[in-house]
């Protein structure tokens, strides 16, 4: 049954539709039954008036925003599961058709503890997180709010005057007693305080070791499956909605005329589909995908569909390989005649949704039908759509001769894990998102397998005007056919040589009046960067380009500077010019302006194209697994963000922001074993040995400065930080050589550096807490 119920200042005082003649602003409250459904915040001049609605985990938010009150600002709260007695929300508030806000909110039953998490939606902003406790002892609460790594804020009520505490990190347990008992808050308003929990704001529920959810929300296209943005499903007639936790699927959304007309929820382990079944609505079709199974890289799922009745009409079993394609299907049940009872799905390659064959087999387990895509000849790629390259018929045949494909059973394939990644940038090389690709005239998409590149095609006006393509080691250049509406490269004939890979490169070029082929050579460093590139005009070995790359760091995610330089050539033993942050230089200016360079390209491999694989063996690295971290925050000397790479278990290897670069090894082995190519790629500080002990964190820690030309000089510490206090000690095996606070007087954190006698070093500072974090994170 709906009430309404009137409250005044602060959504708190019950008013009677009396006592609205009275007063300038009021909350207008909608029950059904004891639920609050929305809030209205209506006031007398008609201006800041919004909308608060609270949604259950079977209600749209978008059915919502697409109603007629478009112009309203309106807040929502959508329920999206409960956990460990808590339950867990997305808020959003929208300006217009605006996302100004959105967070994750975590409730108890009687919204005494309030923990809420704000992700960064613009680059400006800031992520930010709080945790409030109150009381109904003259609306008090306690809030403590983490605005910063290092400085916590907390806010309170007293007699309805809104007070604030700060206190920093390091202190934050000896401030909290203090601030207890200088305000008696236990006593004054019977509030218990878990101090523990209040610390950090890691865990997001009390006695649990849960966090706060990643969430993400992604809208298609309803014809093309495409991705848009969402300021245009408000001009969208169809659309669908995908949303994310914790970057699995857990619901699919058809959205029609502004109306959900079909829901598919991915229910996992710790679900029940029996709590979904309860609060199914007429009207709309459900589709469940349930007890998930995980089998050779692959997801199987049991999937039960229900008509717009509530009537099940199909049950199936799916099995998604791990980029998420559909390989085969199952049906248990249907209400549809069929000749099979299950299909399987032959892809074109792993990350790309274009189907080669359709198989589909009877309940003997035979083959009764086989799809082609509507051909069943080489006629089949003289008409086709798809992008290039296009494999060659007989290619093709042999790739759906899969044992796979050639049985009913089984159902879920041997699979090799890949991983997929797909890189979208603009024509000035920046990463842009997918929905941003749709507003530039010129991009990129690159596609790395197992962090090597795989392809890169170039769009211009959403066609593709050039291609380059790396065959893997069973590929070869004839598997593949290309038709002449675009440049390409392909990369063939891959072979290993002195740690680098070595490619064959077959040249097409669109010109005037003719089409030209070239051949060349590709060398890349394990991390697939190109080293040497050399193209020539014929047989004859005419040149027609060439460069080489001297790199600044061991690993392009890592990021470059200025000593990253690209070697252009004039003719084989010829340097044309230089190029280096995004400047060309001729020899005369590289060598003036560049000198801190030089020492990299200033030998026999950079002055001529020969020989393309340089003579010093690559070094072999373990498998890198990269992560940005720590936005920039104001008033602090840390970078804008600061680039990781972790080994396989997890384990931080190396740090880089630009400036100062760190590397975090087992021990002074290893140290040994990396120490020339650290030095030559600047990596002066080592920290190896790390142990953990009674909260204490102790490693040895090597910087190498250099004095001279190709000379460096070995300085060590031994350091000892404690993780709760953040105390340290240091003991150095010379004297000169230290480890000291330093001093900046707006810095709202405590920084320390390394240092000669009384002269710091530059390019060495670092928090205690980051420090920590680090170490920590080497373990």
């Known amino acids: 049954m709906e009430r309404i119920i009137y409250k005044g200042s602060r959504n708190e005082k019950v008013l009677s539709e009396e006592e609205l003649k009275n007063v300038k602003s009021y909350f207008k409250n909608y029950y059904y039954d004891n639920d609050l459904i929305k809030v209205e915040y209506i006031s007398s001049n008609g201006q800041n008036n919004f909308i608060t609605y609270y949604l259950q985990q079977n209600e749209s938010i978008e059915e919502k925003l697409l109603e007629n ?11 999206l599961f409960d956990k460990l007695g808590f339950s867990v929300y997305l808020f959003q508030s929208y300006d217009f058709r605006t996302l100004n806000k959105q967070s994750i909110v975590i409730k108890d039953i009687q919204e005494n503890l309030v923990v809420e998490s704000f992700p960064a939606l613009k680059n400006f902003q800031e992520s930010s997180y709080s945790k409030t406790q109150k009381t109904d002892a003259r609306y008090s609460h306690l809030e ?32 909290f007693q203090e601030f207890f008992f200088a305000n008696n808050f236990s006593e004054k308003y019977q509030l218990e305080i878990d101090k523990s929990f209040f610390k950090s704001f890691y865990p997001a529920i009390p006695n649990s070791d849960y966090n706060i959810p990643e969430v993400f929300i992604e809208y298609l296209d309803y014809y093309s499956k495409n991705k848009i943005a969402f300021e245009n499903i408000f001009t969208e007639i169809f659309f669908y909605k995908t949303l994310y936790i914790n970057k699995k699927k857990r619901l699919f959304e058809k959205i029609e005329y502004g109306k959900v007309t079909s829901k598919t929820y991915y229910l996992y382990n710790e679900e029940n589909i029996e709590d979904f079944l309860a609060v199914m609505q007429n009207g709309i079709e459900y589709c469940f995908y349930h007890k998930p199974i995980i089998k050779n890289n692959c997801t199987y799922w049991e999937a039960i569909q229900y008509d717009e009745k509530g009537i099940v009409i199909e049950k199936r079993n799916e099995v998604y390989n791990y980029q998420d394609q559909l390989l085969s299907v199952n049906y248990l049940l249907s209400n549809e005649f069929r000749t099979h009872s299950l299909i399987k ?84 090389g920046q990463i842009i998102s997918e929905v ?55 990369y063939h004939n891959k072979k290993h040589q002195n740690g680098y890979f070595v490619y064959d490169i077959f040249e097409t070029v669109i010109e005037t009046l003719e089409i030209g082929h070239y051949k060349g050579i590709l060398v890349q460093d394990l991390f697939g960067r190109e080293i040497t590139r050399v193209v020539f005009k014929n047989d004859e070995m005419d040149l027609k380009y060439a460069r080489k790359i001297s790199y600044d760091n061991f690993k392009s995610e890592l990021g470059y500077d200025h000593n990253t330089v690209i070697v252009n050539f004039e003719d084989s033993n010829k340097v044309l010019n230089y190029y280096s942050n995004q400047t060309t230089y ?47 925050q104001e008033n602090s000397f840390e970078p804008e963000e600061i680039r990781c790479l972790y080994d396989s278990n997890n384990r931080l290897k190396y740090v880089f922001d630009g400036y100062k670069k760190w590397s975090f090894l087992k021990d002074r082995s290893e140290v040994n074993l990396k120490l020339s190519e650290l030095l030559y790629y600047h990596y002066n500080i080592s920290f190896y040995n790390l142990k953990l002990e009674d909260n204490i964190i102790s490693c040895d820690v090597l910087y190498n400065l250099q004095f001279e030309k190709d000379r460096y000089k070995e300085f060590n510490v031994r350091l000892k930080i404690n993780t709760t206090s953040l105390d340290f000690s240091y003991e150095s095996d010379n004297p000169i050589f230290s480890f000291r606070k330093i001093f900046f007087e707006h810095s709202q954190e405590e920084l320390f550096s390394f240092y000669l006698n ?11 807490e980051k420090l920590i974090m680090f170490l920590i994170e080497a373990l």
């Open 758 to 768: 009384e002269e710091r070093i530059w390019n060495t500072e670092i928090s205690k």
């Open 586 to 632: 001729t020899i005369d200016e590289f060598e003036k302006e560049l000198f801190s360079s030089q020492e990299k390209t200033n030998n026999s491999f950079f002055k001529s194209i020969f020989p393309f694989i340089p003579d010093t063996e690559a070094r072999i690295y373990e498998p890198f697994i990269f992560k940005l971290k720590l936005k920039k």
């Open 69 to 79: 009150n478009q112009f309203l600002n309106r807040n929502f709260y959508q329920k």
């Open 345 to 428: 799905y032959c892809y074109k390659n792993n990350y790309e949704s274009q189907i080669l064959s359709i198989f589909k087999y009877d309940d003997s387990g035979a083959i009764s039908y086989r799809d082609d895509c509507g051909f069943g000849s080489d006629s089949m790629w003289e008409d086709t759509v798809w992008e290039m390259p296009n494999l060659k018929f007989d290619t093709y045949i042999k790739r759906t001769e899969n044992t796979f494909f050639k049985a009913f059973f089984s159902e879920i394939p041997e699979s090799s894990k890949e991983e997929i990644e797909i890189i979208y940038k603009n024509h000035l």
């Open 144 to 175: 403590r709010k983490i605005e910063r790594d290092s400085v916590v804020r907390v806010n309170y009520f007293e007699n309805g005057d809104f007070e604030s505490a700060y206190f920093s990190n390091e202190d934050i347990e000896m401030n």
């Open 436 to 490: 941003e690709i749709n507003k530039v005239y010129e991009y990129q998409k690159e596609v790395k397998i197992n962090q090597l590149t795989k392809e890169i095609k170039t769009y211009k006006n959403n066609s593709c005007s050039f291609i380059e393509y790396y065959c893997s080691d069973q590929e070869k250049l004839e598997d593949f056919e290309f038709h002449y509406t675009s440049n390409y490269i392909v």
